[in-house]
Nanobody, 121 residues
């Protein structure tokens, strides 16, 4: 069974930096799009950044210019480099991936359990 495991969350002061990592493991044929979502208390989960198998990236307007998403295609990992963090970035960050697990023709959506990012003023 495919698993996604996030790491790198923590507590940081405003203006600081964090790097989140997500590793996919299991029986994987290939991974299409990988991305990061976040959910703050009382709010809906929102897309932060995503990257396709071809390297195309997109970002939420609120993080554009501060966050960078990148992948290691050989290792099935995705990372989110976050700089100039703001208190409004505080949320649980979730790794997401569209994965062809075993069967190349079957694409499913997988989620990690999330990692807490807290930015203090």
């Amino acid at each position: 069974q495919v698993q996604l495991v996030e790491s790198g969350g923590g507590l940081v002061q405003a203006g600081g930096s964090l790097r989140l990592s997500c590793s996919a493991s299991g029986t994987i044929y290939s991974i299409d799009t990988m991305g990061w979502y976040r959910q703050a208390p009382g709010k809906q989960r929102e897309l932060v950044a995503e990257i396709t198998d071809g390297g195309h990236t997109s970002y939420a307007a609120s993080v554009q210019g501060r966050f960078t998403i990148f992948r290691d295609y050989a290792k099935n990992t995705v990372n989110l480099q976050m700089i100039s963090l703001k208190p409004e970035d505080t949320a649980v960050y979730y790794c997401n991936a569209n994965i062809r697990a075993g069967d190349w023709w079957s694409v499913r959506d997988y989620w990690g359990r999330g990692t807490q990012v807290t930015v203090s003023s």
